[in-house]
């Protein structure tokens, strides 16, 4: 047997969507079998890997920034290896190595290599890998996940949307999907392990297509797997979600009656200038047929408030069309270009001060909406999976409903995965709080 005190050491630090977390773990998987041992401890590592985000600058600063600390507080640490991976490491490439002095730089499609990379850094050599690929799914390697009950699962990577803001599809390359099969028997070893929920996950789930089968053949498919597993996705592209997969999903009681629909804009001219590829009407007829078919569906969405030429009146059309869903949440940034992307040659003629502003009238919209909707469900029951002690106290748990809504009550005997009715009588627009009626099973 290898001896645990001997193997070496890698800490990582993931930064931005859900695909990283994803993706952070399909490294730990690699790392782990070429004999690295994953720390939560940065003071042990001996390999420190920042996984990183592209999307807005903000998020490249921040990971700027704590580079440079690192180095800093590392600097007696002669042998130790600093990498980046993930979007950045694609986007500012051999410059890293440049401004940072970091070892490996890796881009998405590279992880195989990073044990190679690794090892001629550890012997003093910088290496890079960022070669983007039209076929790596990382489809066979085990994902080295920690405990829990809630399991991510990437089904597929890449976008082919090009949307004119997102710097994704030049960072994370083209669109492809693993295999049903593959995804499945991913599942079913979750599910023998004790995972009660898992997220598939893919930057537009609903192109997922392995040649035979489409996301909505994906989802029963994963669905069937165990009927007391609920499963959710991430993220839907309008333009993709077809009448089957809302048919689907309003079939199995186990696919989570949520979905994250980003609308980015309520204004025609500025969706067709960010190549959304879909009217404000279409996006509303959409909504109209997943309430109607799927009942108590949640939605939330993404919003970008001073896109280019965005006026005063199309940001009242965003407000409006916020209104009109009435969307259970919402992630809401401020336009960011990013060089590269169609868009960064439009300009970015919004002043700093309306951006701010928008954003704000959009984020105090979305709190009264949340807190209307949320209001809606006080004197209501609903099914509640426990996922630990609540973030304020320990004498409070914290789970969430189908519906993904976080709901905080007294802890009883219950545990992380148990299923709970929770009679719901106070609720902020963040969270709901009640006391638990009965445990399920
Ligand atoms: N500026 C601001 N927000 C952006 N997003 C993507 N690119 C940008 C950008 N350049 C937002 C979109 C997307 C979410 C993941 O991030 O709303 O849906
Ligand atoms: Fe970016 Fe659009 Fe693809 Fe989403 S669908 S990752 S916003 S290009």
Same mark, same amino acid.
């Given at each position: 047997? *290898? %001896?645990?005190?001997?193997?070496?050491?890698?800490?990582?630090?993931?930064?931005?969507?859900?695909?990283?977390?994803?993706?952070?773990?399909?490294?730990?998987?690699?790392?782990?079998?070429?004999?690295?041992?994953?720390?939560?401890?940065?003071?042990?590592?001996?390999?420190?890997?920042?996984?990183?985000?592209?999307?807005?600058?903000?998020?490249?600063?921040?990971?700027?920034?704590?580079?440079?600390?690192?180095?800093?507080?590392?600097?007696?640490? #002669?042998?130790?290896?600093?990498?980046?991976?993930?979007?950045?490491?694609?986007?500012?490439?051999?410059?890293?190595?440049?401004?940072?002095?970091?070892?490996?730089?890796?881009?998405?499609?590279?992880?195989?290599?990073?044990?190679?990379?690794?090892?001629?850094?550890?012997?003093?050599?910088?290496?890079?890998?960022?070669?983007?690929?039209?076929? *790596?799914?990382?489809?066979?390697?085990? #994902?080295?996940?920690?405990?829990?009950?809630?399991?991510?699962?990437?089904?597929?990577?890449?976008?082919?949307?090009?949307?004119?803001?997102?710097?994704? #599809?030049?960072?994370?390359?083209?669109?492809?999907?693993?295999?049903?099969?593959?995804?499945?028997?991913?599942?079913?070893?979750?599910?023998?392990?004790?995972?009660?929920?898992?997220?598939?996950?893919?930057?537009?789930?609903?192109?997922?297509?392995?040649?035979?089968? %489409?996301?909505?053949?994906?989802?029963?498919?994963?669905?069937?797997?165990?009927?007391?597993?609920?499963?959710?996705?991430?993220?839907?592209?309008?333009?993709?979600?077809?009448?089957?997969?809302?048919?689907?999903?309003?079939?199995?009681?186990?696919?989570?009656?949520?979905?994250?629909?980003?609308?980015?804009?309520?204004?025609?001219?500025?969706?067709?200038?960010?190549?959304?590829?879909?009217?404000?009407?279409?996006?509303?007829?959409?909504?109209?047929?997943?309430?109607?078919?799927?009942?108590?569906?949640?939605?939330?969405?993404?919003?970008?408030?001073?896109?280019?030429?965005?006026?005063?009146?199309?940001?009242? *059309?965003?407000?409006?069309?916020?209104?009109?869903?009435?969307?259970?949440?919402?992630?809401?940034?401020?336009?960011?270009?990013?060089?590269?992307? #169609?868009?960064?040659?439009?300009?970015?003629?919004?002043?700093?001060?309306?951006?701010?502003?928008?954003?704000?009238?959009?984020?105090?919209?979305?709190?009264?909406?949340?807190?209307?909707?949320?209001?809606?469900?006080?004197?209501?029951?609903?099914?509640?999976?426990?996922?630990?002690?609540?973030?304020?106290?320990?004498?409070?748990?914290?789970?969430?409903?189908?519906?993904?809504?976080?709901?905080?009550?007294?802890?009883?005997?219950?545990?992380?995965?148990?299923?709970?009715?929770?009679?719901?009588?106070?609720?902020?627009?963040?969270?709901?709080?009640?006391?638990?009626?009965?445990?399920?099973?």
């Amino acid at each position: 047997m *290898e %001896d645990e005190e001997n193997r070496m050491k890698v800490y990582i630090e993931t930064y931005g969507c859900q695909m990283n977390l994803a993706d952070t773990e399909i490294v730990l998987g690699i790392m782990n079998k070429s004999g690295y041992s994953p720390t939560p401890t940065i003071d042990d590592a001996d390999v420190i890997l920042l996984n990183t985000c592209s999307v807005r600058e903000h998020a490249e600063e921040k990971i700027h920034q704590r580079l440079g600390v690192i180095k800093k507080q590392m600097s007696d640490k #002669p042998d130790l290896v600093v990498g980046v991976l993930g979007c950045m490491a694609e986007r500012l490439r051999s410059s890293l190595i440049d401004r940072h002095k970091v070892d490996i730089v890796v881009g998405p499609d590279e992880y195989r290599k990073l044990p190679e990379l690794l090892e001629g850094a550890l012997a003093g050599s910088q290496g890079i890998g960022v070669r983007l690929s039209r076929t *790596e799914t990382y489809d066979d390697i085990a #994902p080295f996940r920690t405990e829990g009950v809630s399991a991510w699962i990437s089904v597929m990577r890449g976008c082919d949307k090009f949307c004119t803001f997102c710097i994704v #599809p030049f960072t994370r390359g083209r669109e492809r999907s693993r295999t049903l099969a593959s995804v499945v028997s991913e599942v079913e070893q979750l599910v023998v392990q004790g995972f009660r929920e898992v997220t598939l996950l893919g930057q537009n789930v609903n192109s997922y297509g392995d040649g035979g089968n %489409d996301f909505a053949d994906l989802l029963s498919a994963v669905a069937r797997v165990d009927s007391r597993l609920r499963v959710r996705f991430t993220t839907s592209h309008p333009q993709d979600l077809s009448d089957k997969l809302i048919e689907t999903i309003a079939t199995y009681d186990n696919l989570c009656k949520y979905i994250h629909l980003p609308v980015q804009s309520g204004s025609d001219h500025i969706l067709e200038a960010m190549n959304r590829t879909y009217t404000r009407g279409h996006y509303l007829a959409l909504v109209d047929r997943i309430k109607s078919q799927i009942p108590g569906v949640a939605l939330s969405t993404d919003i970008i408030a001073g896109f280019p030429t965005e006026t005063e009146e199309d940001h009242r *059309e965003t407000l409006s069309l916020m209104e009109e869903v009435g969307y259970d949440g919402a992630y809401m940034f401020k336009y960011s270009p990013r060089e590269g992307t #169609p868009a960064f040659r439009l300009g970015d003629d919004v002043p700093e001060e309306v951006k701010t502003r928008r954003l704000n009238e959009i984020i105090s919209l979305q709190q009264k909406i949340s807190y209307e909707v949320n209001q809606s469900m006080v004197g209501k029951t609903c099914e509640v999976m426990v996922d630990g002690p609540s973030r304020k106290s320990d004498l409070q748990l914290s789970g969430r409903t189908d519906t993904n809504k976080t709901v905080v009550f007294p802890t009883g005997t219950l545990k992380q995965g148990d299923v709970v009715r929770v009679n719901i009588n106070r609720v902020s627009s963040a969270t709901l709080f009640g006391d638990p009626v009965y445990k399920l099973d």
